[in-house]
Every structure is written in structure tokens, then in C-alpha cells.
């Protein structure tokens, strides 16, 4: 079960990866410390990816964080749930390299399997805490 503690960390390192990507343009284009958000236009197509990347990553790892807790609490201790779950991180990881590349059906499907692996783990949560 402590699988689910170990892909919340995991879901919350992914966050920062398309960030880098982002680190990396900014430096390219001349980073402006004084303004560092107002660089955004000035940016390659493939770093504003990468940064609607990250801040989507926040968005979904806020719903994962809350499932994978949910599962652990309830202790939760089905193969399907433990594959959820690392589903969930595979994707995430996808979903960033996908968005960045400018793949969108593949960063859609991704987007699609990430929540799905959110939404098993919150159900097999209330089914556990039922019985």
C-alpha cells in the first residue's frame, strides 16, 4: 500500500519537469529576473507548452494526491488500485512530453488515463470504507 505514498511523490516531482524545459528557454531568450512571468511571449512555442504543462500538472496532481491518500487511508489493497496509481505517474509523465512535442491526441489520451486512474482510486476508496 505504500505504493500510493511513493506515486504521490513521484506525481509531485513530475510537476517541475516541464518546468525545466521552460527554465531552459527563458535562459535562451534572455531571462528577466525583474519580470519573470512577462517573458511568456517572448518565449518558443515549445516552452509555452511546457508551461501550460506545468500549471495543469498542479491542477491534476491536487485530485491524485487527495485520491491516493484516500486509498491509502482506507487501505485500499487491490492490484487494479496499485496499477491506477502508477498509471497515473506513467502518464503524467507522458502527458508532459506529449504537450511539449505538440502531440495533442496522445497528450489528450494521457490527460484522459491520468483521471481515470484518479477516479478508480476514489472508488475503490468509498467501496473499501463501506465494508
Known amino acids: 500500500m505504500t505504493i500510493f505514498l511513493y506515486c504521490i511523490a513521484a506525481a509531485a516531482v513530475l510537476i517541475y519537469l516541464p518546468f525545466l524545459v521552460v527554465g531552459y528557454a527563458r ?5 528577466d529576473i525583474s519580470a519573470p512571468r512577462a517573458m511568456f511571449d517572448k518565449l518558443p512555442p515549445y516552452a509555452q507548452r511546457a508551461t501550460w504543462a506545468h500549471q495543469n500538472s498542479f491542477e491534476t496532481f491536487m485530485i491524485f494526491a487527495v485520491a491516493a ?25 507522458l502527458y508532459s512530453i506529449f504537450y511539449i512535442l505538440n502531440i495533442p491526441l496522445l497528450r489528450s489520451l494521457m490527460f484522459a488515463i491520468g483521471s481515470l486512474s484518479s477516479a478508480t482510486l476514489i472508488c475503490f476508496s468509498i467501496i473499501q470504507a463501506n465494508n
Do not use: D, E, K
Open 27 to 31: 535562459v535562451s531568450v534572455g531571462y
Open 69 to 93: 491518500l484516500m486509498a491509502y487511508i482506507t487501505q485500499v489493497n487491490s492490484p487494479v488500485a496499485m496499477v491506477a496509481a502508477i498509471a497515473f505517474v506513467v502518464a503524467r509523465l
